[in-house]
């Protein structure tokens, strides 16, 4: 045989392996959950809350916490956390919606907490489409917001291509999870391989809410550029909002990043007038001052 095939034949062998190992193990690459037992009693510092659990038709147990505000309610916030960790700790992120009247209901996903059954992009999604209909069964449609967290914004987006809540906020979203993987592995055929290709950009394509992004400047897992990129998909419903220096874990270490969430919840849109405006007005080119 000779030496350049043998050499082909086990690159080829090495390259099969490594794509096999991939696809039976990123979960364990992706998903970094916290188990709790069933018996883990929640405790949040100065916080009123209630936990849920919910049955799925598949026999998995959904484990979630609704927290309360102090006064009368204004709606619902569904906070879809990242693949990190549970609620246990994610619930201390509540308050950054309280304070403002809103319930905010957190979910773990399967495998994350309390939650059990097996995990798959398509079960998460149904998962979370119940758990949305659980709402609006107590709550208007237009008074439901959907906060998707790094992870989480994937699931948020699609939630909302399928639903009509208030508005749609992400923070620090992928493009599409295997735009993101592939950083880390550029030479694997990752669009075969990935079980959660979750491809935010298409779903971003069918809202019909407010979509407001929220990106740290110096995020290194997820840069920066993505949700310039992301903001582009759905121009006329979406606003971009930097927070500058922000990494991919401390959004919540900066006052600009508690700005923005006051203004995002509170303020009320204004119509602007363009035919007042200088929209239609166009700078003078080169060419036409020469003419001149």
């Not at 992706?30 to 510092?45: G, M, S």
């Not at 957190?106 to 398509?122: C, P």
Request: charged share 20%.
């Amino acid at each position: 045989m000779p030496y350049w095939l043998y050499i082909t034949i086990i690159v080829l062998v090495a390259y099969i392996a490594i794509s096999i190992a991939l696809y039976y193990l990123q979960d364990y690459m992706l998903f970094k959950p916290e188990k709790l037992p069933a018996d883990f009693q929640f405790n949040y510092d100065n916080q009123a809350f209630k936990e849920y659990n919910l049955e799925t038709r598949d026999g998995a147990m959904i484990n979630g916490v609704r927290f309360f505000p102090k006064g009368e309610s204004k709606g619902v916030v569904l906070y879809l956390k990242g693949n990190s960790k549970s609620i246990k700790g994610w619930g201390k992120f509540a308050v950054d919606f309280t304070r403002h009247g809103y319930n905010v209901l957190m979910v773990d996903y399967r495998g994350f907490g309390k939650s059990t059954g097996r995990r798959s992009q398509k079960a998460i999604k149904r998962d979370l489409q119940v758990i949305y209909n659980k709402i609006k069964e107590l709550t208007a449609e237009d008074k439901i917001i959907l906060y998707g967290r790094s992870l989480g914004s994937g699931f948020a987006a699609k939630l909302a291509s399928m639903n009509h809540p208030k508005m749609l906020i992400l923070d620090a979203p992928y493009y599409s999870l295997t735009k993101v993987t592939a950083r880390y592995a550029p030479f694997m055929p990752l669009s075969i391989l990935l079980k959660y290709p979750l491809p935010t950009y298409k779903w971003l394509k069918y809202v019909q809410c407010p979509i407001h992004i929220i990106h740290g400047t110096n995020d290194k897992l997820i840069p920066f550029k993505t949700s310039i990129k992301l903001s582009k998909v759905n121009p006329k419903l979406t606003k971009l909002h930097s927070v500058i220096g922000g990494g991919h874990k401390n959004l919540n270490n900066f006052e600009s990043y508690h700005k923005m969430i006051h203004e995002i919840l509170n303020r009320v849109p204004e119509k602007i007038d363009l035919s007042t405006t200088s929209i239609h007005v166009k700078h003078a080119s080169k060419k036409n001052k020469t003419k001149a």
